[in-house]
């Protein structure tokens, strides 16, 4: 896609911006795409109150995520706590446990996009 290279292909007045480029996950794992004869691409808008947190959770496939709005802290088991900001890309923890928390005042908006399968959800408890 010209967009990833970045705006020569297109008309002087668009612009383009590569939010990420990744070949791992934010934990250093190999991204893996997976082996199914029903893939499917997802886009979810992801919105977490202040105070919440969707609980302990994995995804089973590659998610990459863009922070829209506010500040989420994600917590690895086992492992480091990351905080993300608006504006922040990342590319989700694959098959590890993780739990994320909106310690500030502001809804964190997060849109996410899985390379997944049909009829699989973006995450499992």
């Known amino acids: 896609c010209g967009a990833l290279r970045g705006?020569?292909?297109?008309d002087a007045q668009i612009s383009s911006k590569v939010l990420f480029?990744?070949?791992?996950?934010?934990?250093?794992?190999?991204?893996?795409?997976p082996e199914t004869e029903k893939p499917e691409l997802s886009g979810?808008?992801?919105?977490?109150?202040?105070?919440a947190e969707p609980g302990w959770h994995l995804h089973p496939n590659p998610c990459m995520a863009y922070v829209?709005?506010?500040v989420i802290e994600v917590t690895q088991e086992g492992?480091?706590?990351r905080i993300f900001s608006t504006g922040d890309s990342f590319v989700?923890?694959?098959?590890t446990r993780h739990n994320g928390r909106n310690k500030g005042g502001v809804v964190v908006k997060i849109l996410l996009?899985?390379?997944g399968e049909k009829d699989v959800g973006p995450s499992t408890k």
């Open 7 to 10: 705006a020569d292909s297109y």
């Open 79 to 81: 492992g480091p706590t």
């Open 113 to 115: 996009f899985v390379v």
């Open 68 to 70: 829209l709005e506010g």
């Open 44 to 51: 979810l808008l992801v919105e977490i109150p202040p105070g």
């Open 21 to 33: 480029r990744a070949n791992t996950d934010v934990a250093g794992h190999p991204i893996a795409y």
């Open 92 to 95: 989700e923890l694959v098959n």
